[in-house]
T-cell receptor, first 109, second 113 residues
Framework: GQNIDQPTEMTATEGAIVQINCTYQ??????LFWYQQHAGEAPTFLSY????GLEEKGRFSSFLSRSKGYSYLLLKELQMKDSASYLC??????????FGTGTRLTVIP | DAGITQSPRYKITETGRQVTLMCHQT?????MFWYRQDLGHGLRLIYY???????DKGEVPDGYVVSRSKTENFPLTLESATRSQTSVYFC????????????FGPGTRLTVL
């Protein structure tokens, strides 16, 4: 079976750094994705990791450890517009994705 | 316009009625997907399609039917709607291959009374 765990909610201050963790147990592994979803909107792609290590893309970075079944999304220099849900998803080997329930991030002034 | 679109965006129906949600993409992506999103469950895969005339069940397929006669269209039908099918439905598409970022449509909010 598949299981993905992420915190339900987080709050952080504008300008700060926040780390959103994701742990997974899946029957196979062909990559881990992070998506951002603003309220009432569709998810949009943020990052993809298939090898261990850190992938950096502007203010956002994503880390993967396959041996630990662990990933995190790091958001730097938080802005109010970063208030959204962040979805961790694993490709278990086919061309579909298994999603976690998401972490709702609130950025406060 | 290029991209992935869904229609209708909002739909209210009654228990027992048949409802079809439409999804159309202009990228010629081979893979298309239907998800539902509910509080506490996240996005759950209903059905997906690897190409025209090829479909497969996802995590929660019961009560749904799909077809894909053309690459660009992937309709989802609720044969006899139930209140438990009240949800937000997202269609997505991607190319085949290892790095398969999915692109999502804007969603359809369905309410079954």
């Amino acid at each position: 079976g598949q299981n993905i765990d992420q915190p339900t909610e987080m709050t952080a201050t504008e300008g700060a750094i926040v780390q959103i963790n994701c742990t997974y147990q899946t029957s196979g592994f062909n990559g881990l994705f992070w998506y951002q979803q603003h309220a009432g909107e569709a998810p949009t792609f943020l990052s993809y990791n298939v090898l261990d290590g850190l992938e950096e893309k502007g203010r956002f970075s994503s880390f993967l450890s396959r041996s630990k079944g662990y990933s995190y999304l790091l958001l730097k220099e938080l802005q109010m517009k970063d208030s959204a849900s962040y979805l961790c998803a694993v490709n278990p080997g086919a061309n579909n994705l298994f999603f976690g329930t998401g972490t709702r991030l609130t950025v406060i002034p | 316009d290029a991209g992935i679109t869904q229609s209708p965006r909002y739909k209210i129906t009654e228990t027992g009625r048949q409802v079809t949600l439409m999804c159309h993409q202009t990228w010629s992506h081979s893979y298309m997907f239907w998800y539902r999103q509910d509080l506490g469950h996240g996005l759950r895969l209903i059905y997906y399609s690897a190409a025209a005339d090829i479909t497969d069940k996802g995590e929660v397929p019961d009560g749904y039917v799909v077809s894909r006669s053309k690459t660009e269209n992937f309709p989802l039908t609720l044969e006899s709607a139930t209140r438990s099918q009240t949800s937000v439905y997202f269609c997505a598409s991607t190319t085949s291959g290892r790095y398969n970022e999915q692109f999502f449509g804007p969603g359809t909010r369905l309410t079954v009374l």
